[in-house]
């Protein structure tokens, strides 16, 4: 008996100590009293809500299965254990409970709403709006229901739809959690950037000092174009919390659209030191290393970005650009073409690789990459040039004078082409010459 009252007052002691926030201490308590008496549903419930706010997520939903296996009837319990499936992506799974709900009992319309959430993550944008239409039916001024068919539309590009349903969530409970997040990212979608910003704003007023809606209202200013108020919100996004990798990732990337390599650097391996799993950094470290010269460094990084993403073209060309300017003609050439076999009409690609292959002695091989580009785009002075130095490289005369021509028609002012110009007119002499005291040399 006195282990029953003991349970209890953990119990009691573990809401308390939820109530202050104190989710460790309230953990053990909870844990100490199932451990008198592991058949009490609500706890293994209470269990579930406070490892939610542990963001332990798994856990959480394991918790919630034991307390429907101990009251499989209970709907506040199977609607507990649906949203937390739906927390970790698992709809399929959320939508079982559910429907469960349902069968319970018909006039649940909680069970309806969140149908419509589940529906729309699914793909099933239909059944998605016959649960809308159901959930009327018992709660016409239900604000999640307006929400969560707002998204459904989202997600099918309805974008004015689905801002009126929002706006609708709005009207219903005017303190709605992120809806006008949602609102400003459909007018983002059409281009609406300062309706954008607006709403934005009045979101922000609701929740001063959160970091990831700084950070995405940093993505709609460099969107719209103004990098330095980008600048701005993701430098404050950094005082408030400064181990946010996102915010040094996304400000990197600005910092290197905006030629500041330097700084992007700094940023770049901040978030990296943050985090190493964020997607890309290694890729976006190596570019800003290349763009600074440190060609070595840069390939460290571009060669991990690679193995993320193998098939990258901007990754691959960089790569390729690296060691090329170190003189590796023979790497630069296998890279080179790795990236013609993913996109075979790159021009810079085909006169890039042309030139390593020229490095290496394999003329007819780097002049056909050359007249490759030039076929792609005959407008491309670079390539005619490339091509007229093949024909020079060959003995092709003619051919390169007539390249040169046009190369020159088309970049008059280019002093790669005039050089090579003024070349041509020696080149056949020296050819000429070398064969000439060949036979004497022979003698000699």
């Given amino acids: 008996m006195n282990d029953w009252l003991e349970a209890e007052q953990r119990v009691e002691r573990a809401q308390q100590l939820a109530e202050s926030q104190q989710?460790?201490?309230?953990?053990?308590?909870?844990?100490?009293?199932?451990?008198?008496?592991?058949?009490?549903?609500?706890?293994?419930?209470?269990?579930?809500?406070?490892?939610?706010?542990?963001?332990?997520?798994?856990?959480?939903?394991?918790?919630?299965?034991?307390?429907?296996?101990?009251?499989?009837?209970?709907?506040?319990l199977l609607m507990a254990l649906g949203t937390a499936r739906m927390a970790l992506g698992r709809f399929a799974a959320a939508l079982q409970v559910f429907d469960r709900v349902g069968q319970i009992d018909r006039d649940f319309e909680p069970a309806y709403c969140h149908r419509i959430a589940v529906y729309a993550e699914l793909g099933r944008h239909e059944q998605a709006e016959e649960m809308f239409y159901l959930a009327q039916q018992l709660d016409e001024r239900c604000p999640h229901c307006f929400f969560h068919l707002g998204a459904s539309l989202a997600m099918r590009a309805q974008y004015e739809q689905a801002i009126r349903c929002w706006r609708q969530t709005l009207a219903l409970h005017p303190e709605y959690p992120e809806v006008r997040t949602r609102i400003a990212r459909a007018l983002r979608a059409q281009g609406q950037h300062d309706a954008a910003r607006r709403e934005y704003l009045e979101e922000y007023r609701n929740d001063a000092g959160n970091v990831e809606l700084l950070v995405e209202m940093a993505e709609a200013a460099y969107e719209a174009g103004d990098p330095d108020a980008a600048i701005t919100k993701l430098t404050q996004a950094i005082e408030l919390e400064p181990d946010e990798p996102r915010a040094h990732l996304l400000l990197g990337g600005i910092c290197f659209e905006t030629q500041k390599y330097s700084r992007a650097l700094r940023c770049f391996q901040r978030a990296l030191a943050l985090d190493d799993r964020l997607p890309g950094i290694h890729n976006h470290i190596g570019r800003t290393l290349a763009q600074l010269g440190k060609l070595k460094p840069a390939l460290r990084h571009l060669r991990v970005a690679l193995r993320e993403a193998p098939e990258d073209k901007v990754l691959l060309a960089c790569l390729a650009s690296c060691y090329f300017n170190l003189n590796r003609f023979d790497l630069a050439a296998t890279t080179y073409q790795?990236?013609?076999?993913?996109?075979?009409?790159?021009?810079?690609?085909?006169?890039?690789l042309g030139i390593c292959q020229y490095r290496l002695g394999m003329h007819d091989a780097g002049l056909r990459h050359c007249l490759l580009a030039v076929e792609f785009d005959d407008k491309c002075a670079e390539a005619l040039r490339f091509a007229a130095l093949g024909h020079m490289q060959l003995g092709h005369w003619r051919s390169a004078r007539q390249a040169l021509r046009k190369a020159a028609e088309l970049a008059p002012e280019d002093p790669g082409i005039r050089r090579l110009r003024r070349k041509l007119i020696w080149y056949p002499l020296r050819s000429f010459l070398r064969r000439a005291i060949r036979p004497f040399r022979k003698q000699a």
């Fill in 338 to 352: 790795k990236l013609l076999s993913i996109d075979g009409k790159l021009v810079a690609a085909h006169i890039n």
């Fill in 23 to 76: 989710w460790d201490e309230a953990l053990a308590e909870l844990d100490a009293a199932i451990a008198i008496n592991p058949n009490n549903a609500p706890w293994h419930a209470h269990r579930g809500f406070v490892l939610q706010q542990m963001d332990r997520s798994d856990q959480a939903a394991s918790a919630f299965e034991r307390a429907v296996e101990l009251d499989p009837s209970d709907k506040d």
